[in-house]
């Protein structure tokens, strides 16, 4: 009899996965290589940040670990924001602490990961980033085009000129003072 086959979630899934402490790291990055993602594992929010500056929009998604200080973890998040294709992110370690919460708020965090949970709950939490990543790439790819559309659009069409105002005009040459253009001003709007 054969093996049952083996779904693979995340599949073709590019993962960054931010780890101060190495053996919660290396579980974590095993469990979503077991279900088909492709992992990059650091230890720091700077060689994160230069894993997203040297491969921009690389990142289905990320996780980042609940441990690293909150300004890093917000600064972090603002560089996986990327014009048309950004990178959503989860927070991943001891979910009941209440700071934890709050500090996932203040970085953007769209799930949180607990450290106690198991594999299968993991998987499909990261599959719910992965999803809202691609969701929100979809939309700025749209939005970008449209755009570019609108901008191209308005480069053929020439719009028509605001005839200048003789009043402002008279005023930049010096033929009235400061008094004769404050009471033209009042007359005008009057």
């Given amino acids: 009899m054969s093996a049952p086959l083996v779904a693979r979630p995340l599949a073709d899934v590019r993962v960054l996965l931010v780890s101060l402490e190495v053996s919660e790291g290396?579980?974590?990055?095993a469990?979503?290589?077991?279900?088909?993602?492709?992992v990059v594992v650091t230890r720091s929010v700077q060689s994160a940040r230069d894993a997203v500056a040297s491969h921009p929009g690389a990142f289905s998604?990320?996780?980042?670990?609940f441990a690293v200080p909150s300004p890093?973890?917000?600064?972090?998040?603002?560089?996986?924001?990327?014009?048309?294709?950004?990178?959503?992110?989860?927070?991943?370690?001891?979910?009941r602490r209440a700071r934890s919460l709050r500090d996932a708020l203040r970085c953007g965090a769209i799930e949180l990961i607990d450290r106690?949970?198991?594999a299968?709950?993991?998987?499909?939490?990261?599959?719910?980033v992965v999803e809202a990543s691609e969701n929100l790439r979809t939309r700025c790819e749209q939005l970008g085009e449209l755009r570019d559309e609108v901008t191209e659009r308005e480069a053929r069409t020439e719009l028509p000129r605001a005839e200048p105002d003789p009043i402002a005009q008279?005023?930049?040459?010096?033929?009235?003072?400061?008094?004769?253009?404050?009471?033209?001003?009042?007359?005008?709007?009057?």
Avoid at 31 to 38: D, E, I, K, P, R
Avoid at 61 to 65: F, N, P, S, V
């Fill in 31 to 38: 469990v979503l290589a077991a279900a088909g993602a492709n």
């Fill in 170 to 190: 008279a005023a930049r040459e010096g033929r009235l003072s400061a008094r004769e253009l404050a009471v033209l001003r009042y007359m005008m709007a009057g």
């Fill in 61 to 65: 998604a990320a996780l980042l670990d």
């Fill in 26 to 29: 290396l579980a974590l990055a």
């Fill in 120 to 128: 299968a709950s993991m998987v499909r939490a990261v599959a719910r």
């Fill in 116 to 118: 106690e949970g198991n």
């Fill in 72 to 95: 890093e973890r917000v600064d972090l998040a603002a560089s996986l924001r990327q014009r048309r294709r950004p990178c959503l992110h989860a927070l991943f370690g001891d979910v």
